[in-house]
């Protein structure tokens, strides 16, 4: 009897044991819960801590309380100036109203199919309506804004805010891209060939008026020269002249010597005069010391 009673004792503790277990449930930070009933919500719980529901009766669905993030497929826009673009983007997002996430979607694999097409979506309009240097400029920020805010009008029926909206890449496709490139390398050899031709002009034109100015200042050297070889030789003559007047005989006597000196300084020079010329006057002993005696 003891034994029997012992034991549905211990039945009775383990069976309230699991309901009590049952009964009860933990919401993390990370986390917000919707307890259902018969497949139907009957409560829904935002705040972290231990809960409680009815067993066997209300199961609890747990929904992501973070922020999420969406990635698009690259995708082909074609702008307002009919350029065509490969767009990559993505949204953060996180759920603000489990509930109604929980009536449209179920589950978040769905959630991303559907914010994935309303974000195809309205890059398309929005980009659509941009011409390319207004995407890749500083006009793309106030654009991103303007489609989060479209797509988070779509979403929040859902029980979605989106966050944040960005475009990871904007880029033209790959044939594009290489005519663009091709066209850049044009334009910069057209470039290269202009300040090429301007530095040979620039270049030339310093060569001349270099050679220019050489040939002045030759012509001025030349002149000035001139002037002092002519100055020179006027006061040589000035000076010759004093001393002539000065000294005669001495003067006479001066210029001989350097005639001698210029006319016999080599070892062959040979010369054919008559004994009695006038240039060997002062070799004839005779008469330099009758000049002398006169």
Known sequence: ????????????????????????????????????????PKNVIQEPGLQFKIPFVQDVVYVDK???????????????????????????????????????????????????????????????????????????????????????????ASGIEVVDVRIVRADLPQENSEKVFDRMRSQREQEAKEIRANGAEIAQRIKANADKERTVLLAEAQRDSEILRGTGDGEKNRIFADAFGKDPDFFSFYRSMQAYRESISDDDTSMVLSPDSEFFRFFDQENVNSDNAN
């Open 1 to 40: 009897m003891n034994r029997t009673f012992l034991t549905v004792i211990a039945i009775l503790l383990v069976a309230g044991g699991f309901v009590a277990a049952s009964s009860m449930f933990t919401v993390y930070q990370s986390e917000q819960a919707i307890v259902m009933q018969f497949g139907k």
């Open 66 to 156: 973070r922020v999420l993030s969406v990635s698009t497929k690259r995708e082909e826009v074609v702008t307002l100036d009919q350029k065509r673009l490969m767009v990559d983007s993505f949204a953060r997002f996180r759920i603000a109203n489990p509930l109604q996430y929980y009536q449209s979607f179920g589950n978040i694999q769905i959630a991303y199919q559907r914010l994935e097409t309303i974000l195809n979506s309205q890059l398309r309009q929005n980009l659509g309506r941009q011409i390319l240097t207004n995407i890749v400029s500083g006009e793309r920020s106030n654009l991103m804004n303007q489609i989060k805010t479209q797509v988070n009008a779509e979403a929040q």
